[in-house]
Structure formats: C-alpha cells, structure tokens
C-alpha cells in the first residue's frame, strides 16, 4: 500500500553482496536431496511471508518527480507491496527546509515503526536522525549521504537501520579516469566541467574526486564551468554558453541530465564528433549515447535497485532489529561501474535521464 503526501523526504538503503565460496557437492543423491527439501521449504517460506504482520514506513524523497528518483520511488512500491510494508512517501520537492519539517513531522506523529530518508542537507538531518532512533524508530539512508563524510558508504549516525548510497567523490575518480582516456589523444585536452549545482555539496565531492584522477594529467585542463542543474534544458544553455566561449572545447563532462542537453547544444553547433561527452547516471540516454558512440562513456548509478534494496532493509530492521550496514550497489557492477563503447551492453539503465 502506498500513500502520498506533499510533505517529507527521507530515504535508506544497502546493497546485499553475494559471498562467494567453493561449494563441495559429495554425490548426485545428496544434491537432488538438496534441492527435494528447497522445493518443499519455499511454500511454507511464501505462506509466512503471507502472514507478516504490515509495517508502517515514511519514506523521505527529496523529489518526487525528479527522473532519478522516480524509478527508485517506483521500485520502493513495488518492494513493499511483497514485504508489506505501508509506505507514506512525502515529497520535500528539492526544499531542504521543507525536508526537516518533514522529518519532524514523522517523528512526532507516532505513525511509523521506520523512516527512510533520501536527504538533501545530509549533515542537517542528522540531529533529527538520531532523536528519531532515540524513539526507537528504525531509520535507513537512501542514495545521497547522510554525514559529513562524502568518501564512504558506511553509517555516520550510529543506530542507522541500513545505509544504501553511492559515494561522491568515487563517482568523480571514475568520472575522471574515463576523461583522461578520452583526452589520452589530445594535448592540451580543454574541458567544460558541468556542475549539477556547484554549491552543493554532493557537486563539490564529486569535483573533488574528478580533479583528483585528473590532476596528474596535465594535458586536461578544465577552461570552463556551467550548472545544468539536474535538467537538460539547463545542460543545453550551459553548453552553447562554454562553447561561445571556448569554441575549440575538446570535452564536455557532467551528469547524464546535463550531457543530454550538452549533446543538442553540440550538434546545434556543427560540432557532432568533434567534441566528446562523457557523464554520469547510467540513464537509458546514456546508455544510448555510449552504445552509438554520441558519448565517449558514463558512470554508473542504481536509482532503482537502491530503493527496492532500502524497503527490504529497514523491513527486516524492523522485524528483527538486525542492521543491513553500508555498501555501495555500483560497486558490484562490472568494471566497477565504469561504462564505454566495449563493455555498455553488460549495463541496464535503471532510469531515462
């Protein structure tokens, strides 16, 4: 079950990894046994699952509507609906301000065993955080962190029910490296580096883990700068004011929203193959712009598997009071996320762009 209110934005999650091990099978008998008692376990498995007594969660999305964070919204629902879990999404629309009152609004109405947060003042959450806890209400961060650290997946409040996050700054390392292979040819490499929002936070990790995989390159230099925050409308003006500009740009990089509007401006221009793009998200326009060679490679991001993974998380937090921890979900994936022309089609876009 799901219901919406206008008010609220907390999300949490954590990506489960698989253990790898060597598995000895003794005789063929002892592996249809095996299987025999799996078979007649799973029905029971199902008919208790059936009689789970429904949880009550608010979930705390920092944009409903965003493109992102639709899917992630989208495959928290249908989570829910097998754990039952009752979600109550409410929707901060970008408002930090509105974001805490929200928080404090699901704290005191005494409505939730747990609460998942997707902050976007992540440090500014976490007194909020911890009185909730306090409450004995199970608490689990989603996508963004919730802390002062931007370079880890672990919990930064102690308590934390579950913490499923992508880590900024190795988003900018990766981001990075892929611009230095793309500039490997070109000396000097002149780079339009575009901000989501260049006073946030989360852009200045990423910056910083971006200048960090560069830094030593020193054929790529950054000679301009634009915002498209999270739209492509604003990635496309970005881009034709870096190229009026800087008319010999060799590169533009940034999040897969604002490379979107990056490509229009590009081709506007005449400078289709001319100028390289490389972003970030995993978005099915990424994932396009890789596979026809638009775009030069992309890093991803799991929207959607964070939010199924969060649901199932704080539902068994609160079940059996057992935390799920921090980890990154992209870091499971091949090449640790790091997507080009050679290896795209082991990637599925998780949301459009």
Request: hydrophobic share 45%; proline share 4%.
């Given at each position: 079950?799901?219901?919406i209110?206008?008010?609220?934005?907390?999300?949490?999650?954590?990506?489960?990894?698989?253990?790898?091990?060597?598995?000895?099978?003794?005789?063929?008998?002892?592996?249809?046994?095996?299987?025999?008692?799996a078979?007649?376990?799973?029905?029971?498995?199902?008919?208790?699952?059936?009689?789970?007594?429904?949880?009550?969660?608010?979930y705390?999305?920092?944009?409903?509507q965003?493109s992102?964070d639709?899917?992630?919204?989208?495959?928290?629902?249908?989570e829910?609906?097998k754990?039952?879990?009752?979600?109550?999404?409410?929707?901060?629309?970008?408002?930090?301000?509105?974001q805490y009152?929200?928080?404090q609004?699901?704290?005191?109405?005494?409505?939730?065993?747990?609460?998942?947060?997707?902050?976007?003042?992540?440090?500014?959450?976490?007194?909020?955080v911890?009185?909730?806890?306090?409450?004995?209400i199970?608490v689990?961060?989603?996508?963004?962190?919730?802390?002062?650290k931007?370079?880890?997946?672990?919990?930064?409040?102690?308590?934390?029910?579950?913490?499923?996050?992508?880590?900024?700054?190795?988003?900018?390392?990766?981001?990075?490296g892929?611009?230095?292979?793309a500039?490997?040819?070109?000396?000097?490499?002149?780079?339009?580096?575009?901000?989501?929002?260049?006073?946030?936070?989360?852009d200045?990790?990423v910056?910083?883990?971006?200048?960090?995989?560069?830094?030593?390159?020193?054929?790529?230099?950054?000679?301009?700068e634009?915002?498209?925050?999270?739209?492509?409308?604003?990635?496309?003006?970005a881009?034709?004011?870096?190229?009026?500009?800087?008319?010999?740009?060799?590169?533009?990089?940034?999040?897969?929203?604002?490379?979107?509007?990056?490509?229009?401006a590009?081709a506007?221009?005449?400078?289709?193959?001319?100028?390289i793009?490389?972003?970030?998200?995993?978005?099915?326009?990424?994932?396009?712009?890789?596979?026809?060679?638009a775009?030069?490679?992309?890093?991803?991001?799991?929207?959607?598997?964070?939010g199924?993974?969060?649901v199932?998380?704080i539902?068994?937090?609160?079940?059996?009071?057992?935390?799920?921890?921090?980890?990154?979900?992209?870091?499971?994936?091949?090449?640790?996320?790091?997507?080009?022309?050679?290896?795209?089609?082991?990637?599925?876009?998780?949301?459009?762009?």
């Amino acid at each position: 079950m799901l219901t919406i209110q206008t008010k609220g934005t907390l999300v949490a999650s954590k990506f489960r990894i698989r253990r790898h091990g060597a598995l000895a099978v003794a005789a063929a008998s002892t592996l249809a046994a095996a299987g025999a008692a799996a078979l007649a376990s799973a029905p029971a498995s199902a008919a208790a699952r059936a009689h789970e007594k429904s949880v009550r969660v608010a979930y705390l999305s920092f944009a409903v509507q965003n493109s992102y964070d639709a899917p992630m919204l989208a495959a928290a629902r249908r989570e829910a609906a097998k754990v039952h879990v009752h979600l109550t999404v409410f929707d901060a629309n970008n408002s930090p301000t509105k974001q805490y009152s929200e928080l404090q609004d699901a704290i005191t109405s005494h409505q939730y065993q747990g609460i998942i947060v997707q902050p976007i003042f992540g440090t500014g959450l976490i007194g909020l955080v911890r009185q909730a806890i306090a409450h004995h209400i199970q608490v689990a961060n989603l996508d963004q962190i919730l802390g002062p650290k931007l370079n880890t997946d672990q919990p930064q409040v102690k308590g934390l029910a579950a913490n499923v996050v992508f880590v900024p700054t190795e988003i900018g390392s990766k981001l990075g490296g892929l611009v230095d292979q793309a500039c490997a040819k070109h000396n000097p490499c002149d780079v339009g580096y575009m901000y989501d929002i260049k006073a946030s936070a989360l852009d200045q990790a990423v910056y910083r883990g971006f200048v960090s995989a560069t830094h030593s390159h020193h054929n790529v230099k950054i000679v301009a700068e634009g915002q498209s925050y999270f739209t492509p409308s604003d990635g496309l003006t970005a881009t034709q004011n870096m190229l009026q500009a800087n008319p010999n740009l060799t590169l533009i990089v940034g999040s897969d929203q604002g490379i979107e509007g990056a490509q229009q401006a590009v081709a506007a221009a005449g400078k289709t193959g001319k100028v390289i793009l490389v972003g970030y998200g995993a978005s099915a326009a990424a994932l396009k712009g890789v596979r026809s060679g638009a775009w030069y490679g992309d890093v991803a991001q799991l929207p959607a598997s964070e939010g199924r993974l969060v649901v199932q998380d704080i539902a068994n937090a609160i079940r059996t009071g057992v935390s799920s921890g921090g980890v990154d979900p992209v870091s499971q994936l091949p090449g640790g996320g790091v997507i080009t022309k050679a290896n795209v089609a082991q990637f599925h876009a998780e949301w459009p762009g």
